[in-house]
């Protein structure tokens, strides 16, 4: 007993620094940020209260309602992208082919790249008078249309189109390897039932992945909160607020508007989102693992 | 060996010393600004060299695209860090910093350069801050400029530059029948604000568009004013090509360079374009006012001096003050940019064609402050926001969304 008190006092202090910088660097730098959200802080931070005027302002604002509703889109559809395309593409490389390797290092190769990076090339490749469209038009095809970046009822697709082709590759990697880590014996079994292949991807493999797909889901997912840059590369939130993300909004108050009060209100809302999603899902993991007994 | 190894150690030595002493001795400033097109940076370069030449120590830290810029400069201030210079808007921007008191003042320089009978008033009152000179203009732009080139109008059959809005939609008809980009339209809010602005001047004159924005005055007249300006954008919109979003201001002006496209709305500072293009005003290309227009919008560029504690540094901030006021300069300056210079004493004779134009509208008194200088960054969000919600395909109803523009003043 004595003994344990001991490694636990040791453990503490010899985390202490961790803990101290974890309380003053995110959780000090976080209240401060939430607490400005309470005043009318311009271009620096002010000490007069205003109450909830900032939140009823930023909940006004049609920009920033529209950048809800964007990034909802966006996550959703970039998310699911990612998932989808990463898993057929590992499936099709698990078919054991030739050159796996050089597929695997162009597939995976867009993630290696910046977001900023990814946004200029597809700007460049969907904006009407340089990319695609032009060189189609140029080859005689006069009609064809091709302006999803310019196009305010699409643009956030083109977004969502980028972000999967970046995306993708990480899906494909961390699935992949989780197909190798299946025995070769169920392919055997399976194959003697004469199950259909695409029938053993859905029914056997794809249950299996499940952990390593929640993890690349749950990685992609902290990207599409902090979405910003994919967005000023390519669209800067335009044509109107067609493509307007909150982190994009947040920092556009911060520095160009000059307004702390309300990007900081915005920030804020931002974590609030964050901890309504991940708090009922750590509940729920929590309780599973206690009525296992492992805790 | 020894010995020579001891020499060469003493001029190391020495050496060192001398370069260190020699850092000491000259004024270093370091130049935050977003100055990078072809034009902007020509004009910084003839701040920097005359600088130099006063032996000065530049470092330059420019930084692609004003909002960025701005970002950086803020966070650095905020850290304890800002740059020894930093261009800018002249107007309300800079209040924020000077009465937080990060600002060194160069009241000195403006007292010993008689600044006070070289500059316009206007300008004069907009530098300083509790009648201390805290900014040094560096010139003025006129922002309510449409540029042409004349080999598109050439092809399109115009002869000479529309007076009135009818003349210049039918002008812009015949550009399209020719097979060009009518409007080489830059896609961003503050180029699209700028547009509304020059237009709502034709609609509401000198007066009207004071009372707008310095008043902010709702009356029928203005919101009247307001519908006209939006309707008369709306119809631009369909004299626009299709990569117009997003689109920087300097590459439509590429697009006139290269004639593909007939006119651009936009301010002075595209003149410097042109001419790094090695275009001529009034030759290759021409300027004239917005329709119906009675006179210009205006927006000033200046440096602004923040405190660094480094009394290096100060001295040389003022040395800069001096480079940049000398009459030589802005004029040189001018040149390059396309602005016009701040100074009323210079020598005219070498501004091209536009500028001259300007110049007289400036001394005429026809000019009317950009929204920068009237209104706080926020409020000048959003004016971005309503003008570019509205261009990029609102509400039509123009009536009901001129209504809502005095929303910004909120």
């Known amino acids: ?115 900023v990076v990814t946004g200029l090339i597809w700007q460049w490749m969907l904006n009407p008078t340089l990319g695609i469209q032009a060189s189609v038009r140029s080859l005689g095809w006069e009609s064809f249309v091709l302006d999803w970046v310019v196009n305010r009822d699409v643009a956030i697709y083109a977004l969502v189109l980028a972000g999967v082709w970046q995306g993708a590759g990480l899906v494909m990697v961390i699935a992949l390897a989780g197909m190798r880590g299946i025995e070769a014996e169920q392919w055997k079994a399976a194959r003697i039932d004469g199950i259909p292949v695409w029938r053993i991807y859905v029914s ?52 160009g508007r000059q307004n702390l009060g309300l990007a900081t209100a915005g920030a804020t809302v931002l974590v609030l989102g964050v901890i309504m999603i991940v708090a009922p899902f750590r509940y729920a993991m929590h309780m599973r693992s206690k009525a296992k007994g492992a805790c | 060996m020894k010995k020579m190894m001891k020499l060469f150690l003493a001029g190391v030595a020495f050496a060192g010393f001398l370069t260190t002493a020699k850092a000491e001795d000259k004024p270093t400033i370091e130049m935050l600004s977003s100055w990078t097109s072809g034009g902007e940076a020509a004009a910084l370069n003839v701040i920097k060299t005359e600088f130099e030449k006063r032996g000065g120590v530049w470092k330059d830290s420019s930084i692609a695209g004003f909002g960025a810029a701005d970002a950086a400069f803020q966070n650095r201030v905020v850290a304890g860090d800002p740059p ?26 403006a007292k010993a350069g008689m600044w006070a009978d070289v500059l316009p008033k206007s300008i004069l009152d907009l530098i300083s801050y509790d009648g201390q000179a805290y900014l040094v203009p560096t010139g003025a732009h006129g922002e309510s400029w449409v540029f042409y080139s004349k080999e598109a109008f050439e092809k399109a059959g115009i002869a000479e530059e529309p007076k009135t809005w009818d003349e210049f939609f039918a002008g812009l008809d015949k550009l399209k029948a020719a097979g060009l980009v009518p409007v080489a339209w830059g896609g961003q809010p503050w180029q699209q604000s700028k547009v509304f602005n020059m237009i709502l001047l034709s609609q509401v004159g000198i007066d009207g568009f004071l009372k707008i924005y310095v008043d902010k005055d709702n009356s029928d007249a203005s919101v009247e004013g307001v519908k006209k300006t939006l309707e008369i954008l709306r119809k631009l919109h369909g004299y626009v090509d299709d990569g117009a979003a997003g689109r920087n201001w300097n590459d439509a002006t590429a697009m006139l360079i290269t004639a593909k496209a007939g006119v651009q709305f936009m301010g002075d500072w595209a003149k410097g374009e042109f001419t790094v293009a090695g275009k001529e005003a009034g030759k290759d ?100 926001d309503f003008v570019d919600e509205y261009w990029n395909g609102g509400s039509d109803d123009a009536a009901a969304t001129a209504e809502n523009f005095f929303a910004i003043f909120e």
């Open chain 1, 1 to 115: 007993m004595s003994m344990k008190r001991k490694t636990n006092l040791s453990a503490t202090l010899a985390l202490l620094p961790t803990w101290l910088v974890a309380a003053v660097v995110f959780i000090g730098t976080m209240a401060w940020s939430i607490n400005l959200s309470f005043t009318n802080s311009t271009i620096f931070p002010s000490s007069s209260y205003v109450g909830l005027a900032q939140y009823a302002k930023l909940f006004s604002s049609v920009k920033w309602l529209a950048s809800l509703h964007n990034v909802l889109i966006f996550g959703v559809l970039y998310v699911g992208g990612c998932l989808l395309l990463g898993f057929l593409l590992a499936a099709a490389l698990d078919r054991k082919i030739r050159f796996e390797s050089a597929f695997r290092t162009i597939f995976l190769y867009p993630y290696a790249m910046s977001f």
């Open chain 1, 204 to 255: 056997i493999i794809l249950p299996q992945l499940g952990p390593a797909l929640a993890a690349a889901g749950m990685l992609l997912a902290m990207g599409v909160i902090k979405t910003y840059d994919i967005v000023v590369a390519m669209t800067n939130g335009g044509p109107g607020n067609a493509t307007e993300v909150p982190a994009k909004f947040i920092m556009d108050n911060l520095f």
């Open chain 2, 84 to 109: 020894g210079a930093k261009q800018g808007v002249i107007g309300l921007a800079a209040a924020d910093f000077v009465s937080q008191g990060l600002f060194n003042s160069i009241d000195d320089v």
């Open chain 2, 285 to 384: 290309y021409g300027c004239m006012i917005v329709p119906e227009s009675p006179g210009m919008v205006y927006i000033a560029d200046s440096f602004y001096f923040p405190k660094t504690g480094n009394a290096e540094t100060d001295k040389a901030q003022k040395l800069l003050a001096e480079v940049v006021m000398d009459p030589a300069v802005q004029v040189e300056f001018s040149l390059k940019k396309g602005s016009v210079p701040a100074r009323s004493d210079v020598d005219k004779s070498k501004l091209d064609a536009c500028a001259q134009k300007g110049v007289e509208l400036m001394s005429a008194g026809a000019i009317v402050p950009d929204q920068a200088i009237v209104l706080t960054p926020q409020q000048v969000g959003a004016l971005d």
